[in-house]
């Protein structure tokens, strides 16, 4: 872009535009990713003009690229022209803060926070305050959830007159008619209340707190009681037997076990926060029941009383229930030991591994490490490999980008043999996923793998499939192998880098796809610190000079900030 004439001033915005439209989630996802350069070629006045309108007009994509969108916007400050104009990124992540997928409504609520701290005290009142009264009141949950992570932030600058109507606002969302609202507001409770003056949270906090922690989901009241912990530290000793005490009581004999595991979980926590005497005349005693100091007892309570419950919960209809056992059931073997482990639990787990919910079978696959310690991977692994298999071809793309993220953790767990036998070509076959989000998270994982089983077993099992990519007829598949080298390189030394990986790259410079050649320039400049002097300045700096001088802009850029970068001007 630094390259185009004054002439030129319509061409970013008219190539943005030409890219989001286009069919390729890869083209449009790469536009996404080229925003913060599209803006400085515009400058901050036509960025604001007409890049975020026409963003703001134009929220209708795939997950990932509303993704990328809702996380550059957050640094987006100083590209509209300074804290000054910073509400001008306001419109376009109110948007995002209300779309279906909860990635993108979490990662437009992040950005929406680190921006409320760049707006001034009469800016937060004039345009992000009415963005939160608007997302709480909307038609739609969504809006309603995203508000919950809003409040805390713009409530201590803000008037007192101001100040009443967000206590109001965060009072309707805590009684709200949707559980999954009234779950948003519990995880922010504790967090809105640290930002509260202490009259209103005795007088508003509590009261909200004891409604949620009596709620009819049991969801609802386990994060009412992590709440509860935070609040205990805001309160005055004196005050907590009364205000915050009976509900704590009340919690730890709720008729959830998710809910009293979540007050055993917190207890540390909340000892702390009571003090001694509280704990040692009140929270031991009722708490008796789920903390148990002596291990032979506690055994003998989760074989009697526990183990039941869980085995009707595993086949419990609620697959948030399920889901929520998967991440916590592993935790039982370390307690339980081999022999009742293998007896009781692993006919629970083959159970969940075979859950026809992905989110259950993730839970079991990624809380491995508990089970390996006790019983050994191998018992596991005939019964483990389908699961990972299945979850690595869901159709959920965050699915399979979920049991990439667990792939180095199981390849230390399963040993390089198992690894290369069962789940290498799995591996591979993500570098050619048709999610872009998927490539990205195979390179890492490639280089995560190699950083476990070393780079000789990268030269002769990793690097020859990678490189065989780079003659693949989609240009994707292409870029993807410059993805890797950049990744590998950095692992596999300089000797590996020079020998097999850069010949490609440079054979990858004459690629008839200006994106492949201008990723070439942006390779060179990734693996040059890599490579030695005498190999930069005889080798490189020829192929960087030839794409210098190429046609496309893009790759006269890229190619002239690698000259630059690696100083072989």
């Known amino acids: 872009m630094a390259g185009a004439d004054s002439d030129d001033s319509l061409y970013p915005i008219a190539v943005l535009i030409d890219e989001l439209r286009n069919e390729d989630v890869q ?32 929220i209708y994509d795939e997950d990932e690229v509303l993704l990328a969108l809702a996380e550059q916007l957050g640094n987006f400050t100083m590209l509209v022209g300074g804290p000054e104009y910073v509400h001008c990124l306001l419109p376009p992540l109110e948007s995002l803060a209300t779309v279906e997928e909860t990635v993108v409504r979490d990662k437009a609520v992040e950005s929406l926070r680190k921006i409320s701290h760049e707006h001034s005290p009469v800016d937060l009142e004039v345009h992000f305050e009415p963005l939160v009264k ?50 948003a507001a519990a995880s922010k409770l504790g967090e809105f209340a640290k930002v509260l003056e202490l009259e209103y949270v005795k007088s508003d906090i509590i009261s909200l707190f004891t409604a949620l922690a009596s709620d009819e989901q049991d969801s609802v009241r386990l994060l009412a009681v992590e709440a ?16 915050v005490m009976p509900t704590l009581r009340q919690a730890a004999e709720d008729k959830s076990w998710r809910v009293r595991y979540m007050v055993a979980d917190k207890f540390s926590d909340l000892q702390k926060a009571v003090g001694p005497e509280i704990t040692k005349n009140d929270l031991v005693p009722q708490s008796s029941h789920v903390i148990c100091e002596n291990n032979d007892s506690r055994e003998t309570i989760i074989m009697t009383h526990i183990l039941p419950c869980v085995k009707e919960l595993v086949s419990d209809t609620n697959q948030h229930v399920k889901s929520a056992l998967a991440s916590v059931i592993m935790g ?5 030991g081999k022999d009742n482990t293998i007896e009781h639990l692993l006919p629970l787990f083959l159970a969940q591994l075979k859950d026809e919910c992905p989110e259950v079978r993730l839970n079991i696959i990624s809380n491995l490490d508990c089970v390996n310690e006790v019983i050994g991977i191998r018992q596991l692994s005939q019964s483990l490999l389908p699961a990972i298999v299945e979850l690595a071809e869901d159709a959920k793309w965050r699915v399979r980008l979920a049991i990439i993220e667990y792939m180095p953790l199981l390849a230390g767990q399963l040993g390089v043999e198992f690894f290369d036998e069962k789940l290498n070509s799995l591996c591979m076959a993500w570098l050619v996923d048709h999610v872009y989000a998927i490539r990205e998270a195979a390179t890492c994982n490639l280089m995560k793998l190699v950083e476990k089983f070393g780079a000789e077993w990268a030269q002769n099992t990793i690097v020859p499939k990678v490189l065989g990519m780079a003659n693949d007829p989609n240009y994707l598949h292409r870029m993807t ?29 004459n690629d008839q796809v200006a994106n492949v050649r201008f990723n070439v320039a942006k390779s060179l400049q990734k693996i040059g610190p890599v490579l030695d002097s005498n190999c930069l300045q005889t080798e490189v700096k020829p192929v960087l000079e030839k794409l210098a001088s190429d046609q496309d802009i893009d790759v006269k850029y890229f190619a002239q900030e690698a000259i630059s970068v690696l100083s072989l001007a």
């Open 27 to 58: 083209l449009r996802l790469n536009s996404i990713k080229k925003l913060s350069t599209i803006a400085l070629a515009l400058g901050v006045e036509r960025t604001r003009t007409e890049l975020l309108p026409f963003l703001t007009d134009t």
């Open 481 to 509: 192998t410059l993805f890797c080298i950049n990744a590998l390189s950095e692992v596999c030394g300089q000797e590996i880098t020079t020998k097999h990986m850069l010949p490609v790259v440079f054979k990858m410079s």
């Open 228 to 243: 509860g912990v935070s609040i205990a530290t805001l309160l005055p000793q004196e005050d907590l037997e009364a205000l």
């Open 332 to 336: 039982l073997s370390t307690i339980l």
């Open 134 to 183: 608007r997302l709480a009141s909307g038609d739609w949950f969504t809006s309603r959830t995203s508000a919950c992570g809003l409040f805390s932030v713009c409530y201590p600058r803000v008037s007192s007159t101001v100040k009443a109507e967000i206590r109001q606002h965060f009072r309707t969302l805590c009684s709200d008619d949707t559980p999954m609202v009234r779950r």
